[in-house]
C-alpha cells in the first residue's frame, strides 16, 4: 500500500476526464489509486528519474493502457515536459519523495549498508556522479558541510576528514566500508546512545547531496502553481523535515495576501491575492497501523493545496 493514500486520495479527488501528474511514480502505487478513482478516462502523467522504476510501472499499470503516460522525467523538468505533451493545465499533482523500496533494497543501488553494494546512490544512474564520486571530488570543508545540513551529523568534521583519508587511499570499495569508516570515526560512547547505525545520516546526507533533492524540491515547489488550473490541487508526502519545512514555507507562501489596501500593496509591489488554499493546516502523518504495517512510513508528512 502506497504512503498516506487514503489522505493523498481524498485531497487529490480525481475525477474522471481529467489529467493528473505523478511526479515520482516509483512503482506506481499511488498511480494506480488515481486510475482507478479516475475511471473511465481520467489519464496520470506518470514521471520519475528512475529508468528502473518506469520498467516496473509499465508492468505494474499495463492494464490502464493509454491512460497513463510514462516520462523520465525529473521534477524540476516537470514544466517543460508537460509543455511537450501539450497537458498543461493540469487537475492535479503528486509528488511522493525521497526512495522506493525497490532502490533501498537493491544492493547495487548503493542506499543501504544492510548488504554491501558499490557506493552509488544515484537514483537516475545516468546522471551526475555518484556519491563515491562526490566524496573523491568534495574537499573536506565541502564534504563537512554536506553532512551537517543535509544529515545533521553532529561529529561532521570528523567524518568528512575520515571519508577523504580512506577514499584517498582507496579503503571505500564498498557501502559497508563506507558505513564502518563512519562508524569507527565516531566517538564509541556518542554511538552507544544512538538509536540508529551511526553511518545513518551520512548516508542521507550523501543521497541528498548526489540527488540534489533539495535543487530538485525548491524548483518543483517554484513552478507547480503555473502547471494546475484553477481548482488543481498539489499533493506533497516528504520524509524529513529539510524537505517539510520548504513544503510547508512554500505553501504559506502562495496562501498569503497583503493585508495593505490593494492600491498601497501594489505600490508596495506586494501581491493582493493568494495564489492557492492551504488544505492541510497541519501536515497528514500516518496512522500507527500504517507505521506498524510500512516502518518507513513512520517519518512521513503530507501536505496539499489548491490552486485558486
Ligand atoms: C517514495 S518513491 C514513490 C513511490 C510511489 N508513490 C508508489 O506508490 O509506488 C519515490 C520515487 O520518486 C523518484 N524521485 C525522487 N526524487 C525525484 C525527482 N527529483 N525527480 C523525479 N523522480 C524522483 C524516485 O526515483 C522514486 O522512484
Redesign the pocket.
Known amino acids: 500500500m502506497?504512503?498516506l493514500?487514503g489522505e493523498a486520495l481524498r485531497l487529490l479527488a480525481p475525477r474522471s476526464g481529467k489529467t493528473y501528474v505523478?511526479?515520482?511514480?516509483?512503482?506506481?502505487?499511488?498511480?494506480?489509486?488515481i486510475l482507478e478513482t479516475s475511471a473511465p478516462d481520467g489519464v496520470v502523467v506518470g514521471?520519475?528519474?528512475?529508468p528502473a522504476?518506469l520498467a516496473l510501472?509499465r508492468e505494474?499499470l499495463a492494464e490502464f493502457g493509454d491512460r497513463v503516460v510514462f516520462v523520465h522525467?525529473?521534477?524540476?523538468?516537470l514544466p517543460d515536459k508537460l509543455a511537450e505533451l501539450e497537458t498543461i493545465p493540469v487537475q492535479g499533482i503528486?509528488?511522493?519523495?525521497?526512495?522506493?523500496?525497490?532502490?533501498v533494497d537493491d544492493p547495487d543501488r548503493g542506499f543501504a549498508f544492510s548488504r554491501p553494494g558499490p557506493i552509488d546512490m544515484r537514483?537516475?544512474p545516468s546522471d551526475g556522479p555518484t556519491a563515491l564520486e562526490l566524496i573523491r571530488e568534495s574537499g573536506t570543508d565541502e564534504l563537512t558541510a554536506i553532512l551537517r545540513d543535509y544529515g545533521e551529523e553532529r561529529f561532521a568534521p570528523r567524518v568528512a576528514k575520515a571519508l577523504s583519508e580512506a577514499a584517498r587511499a582507496g579503503r571505500l570499495g564498498t557501502t559497508r566500508d563506507l558505513a564502518e569508516v563512519v562508524r569507527s570515526a565516531i566517538p564509541a560512547k556518542a554511538a552507544r546512545h544512538q538509536s540508529i547505525h551511526p553511518a545513518t545520516r551520512t548516508f542521507q546526507a550523501l543521497r541528498i547531496a548526489v540527488?540534489?533533492?533539495l535543487e530538485?524540491?525548491d524548483a518543483?515547489l517554484a513552478a507547480f502553481p503555473d502547471l494546475l488550473a484553477p481548482g488543481g490541487r498539489m499533493v506533497a508526502?516528504s520524509?524529513h523535515s529539510l524537505e517539510d519545512r520548504r513544503v510547508k514555507r512554500r505553501l504559506r507562501e502562495l496562501a498569503w495576501s497583503s493585508s495593505l489596501p490593494p492600491a498601497y500593496a501594489e505600490a508596495a509591489g506586494e501581491r493582493i491575492h493568494p495564489i492557492c488554499r492551504t488544505l492541510t493546516s497541519k501536515p497528514k502523518t500516518p496512522a500507527p497501523a500504517e507505521v506498524r504495517q510500512n516502518p518507513r512510513a513512520r517519518s512521513a508528512k503530507l501536505r496539499a493545496c489548491e490552486k485558486l
Do not use: W, Y
Open positions: 502506497p504512503v493514500a505523478d511526479a515520482t511514480l516509483g512503482a506506481g502505487g499511488h498511480a494506480r489509486e514521471c520519475d528519474r528512475d522504476a510501472a505494474e522525467s525529473r521534477i524540476s523538468e503528486l509528488v511522493d519523495l525521497g526512495l522506493s523500496s525497490m532502490q537514483m537516475d540527488n540534489r533533492e530538485e524540491l518543483f508526502i520524509f
